[in-house]
């Protein structure tokens, strides 16, 4: 038995199935099946590239599912940029890079959402460069 005050965490479970609904939402999709399927394929893809404490509590801090899903993947010994990262996608299921670009931007934000801003500054200082737009945020370099 759990703890009465543990969030409610189920596999299925309302935590995830609002995440799903922000995801349609934001993303605009026709369908809850729409989003799911694209929640599954960009947690998939960021569970491949994160690693660290950052992973650990992103998952702490997603739903059981979303987290689930995104602590399932091996983590790939060299990351990919922002922009591998969209094409690797696309090339996975065959999709358009406009429209994987839009998935993994729904589901960023959300995920964003999901965490304390001071974790995805540190989720975005681990990645390598090109992930801040896709969370939403502005890419800062430095100047030469």
């Known amino acids: ?5 543990a969030p409610l965490q189920q596999p299925g479970g309302r ?3 609002q995440m799903l609904e922000k995801v349609r939402y ?3 999709y026709p369908t809850r099946e729409r989003a799911e399927e694209a929640v599954r394929l960009v947690l998939a893809g960021l569970g491949r590239q994160l690693t660290g404490d950052e992973r650990v509590e992103l998952a702490a801090a997603l739903p059981f599912e979303a987290a ?3 602590t399932a993947q091996i983590p ?6 922002g922009w591998a990262f969209v094409k690797d996608l696309a090339a996975r299921t065959g999709a358009s890079l406009a429209t994987t670009r839009w998935d993994t931007g729904s589901v960023f934000c959300t995920v964003a959402a999901y965490a304390d801003p001071d974790l995805v500054t540190r989720i975005l200082n681990r990645l390598p460069s090109g992930y801040a737009l896709l969370f939403g945020r502005a890419e800062l370099t430095q100047a030469a």
């Open 1 to 5: 038995m759990s703890h009465p005050s």
């Open 15 to 17: 935590a995830y199935e």
């Open 26 to 28: 934001d993303g605009a």
């Open 68 to 70: 689930r899903i995104l």
């Open 76 to 81: 790939d010994i060299r990351p990919l940029t």
